[in-house]
């Protein structure tokens, strides 16, 4: 099957540019980039889905106990709630000792 895009002028002339620099055809870098977009929305819909249980798991535990089931499936989620959020904890983590290294950098302060 295939289909048809029509790009405007200047995002069809945007991948002529980097379809070029990666010495491809423009056709095949738009595959690479559907595919890797579709992709991305796949797994970020599939987040959603397991995020929204894993809350509703959280919900369901302050009002009564979970099942063994329900706590491997919570712990299992936990952990993928820990695998999204790592890279914005990495980049926190960076943003923090910059500031932290721009205040050292700062004068000290007389006392009088």
């Known amino acids: 099957m295939s289909i048809t895009l029509h790009?405007?002028?200047?995002?069809?002339?945007?991948?002529?540019r980097e379809a070029s620099v990666e010495c491809i055809p423009p056709e095949e870098l738009a595959r690479?980039?559907?595919?890797d977009a579709l992709e991305?929305?796949?797994?970020q819909r599939l987040w959603q889905?397991?995020?929204r249980r894993r809350l509703e798991l959280i919900a369901k535990?302050?009002?009564a106990p979970l099942t063994a089931e329900e706590n491997e499936e919570f712990a299992r989620l936990q952990e993928l709630a820990c695998e999204q959020?790592?890279?914005f904890d990495r980049a926190l983590r960076r943003t923090v000792a910059e500031l932290q290294r721009e205040v050292e950098?700062?004068?000290a302060e007389s006392t009088p």
Do not use: C, F, G, M
């Not at 991305?40 to 797994?43: C, P």
């Open 7 to 16: 790009l405007d002028d200047i995002l069809a002339e945007e991948l002529r």
């Open 40 to 43: 991305e929305r796949s797994t």
């Open 105 to 107: 950098r700062l004068p």
């Open 61 to 63: 535990k302050r009002h």
């Open 85 to 87: 959020a790592a890279p």
């Open 32 to 35: 690479r980039l559907v595919r």
């Open 49 to 51: 889905e397991q995020n």
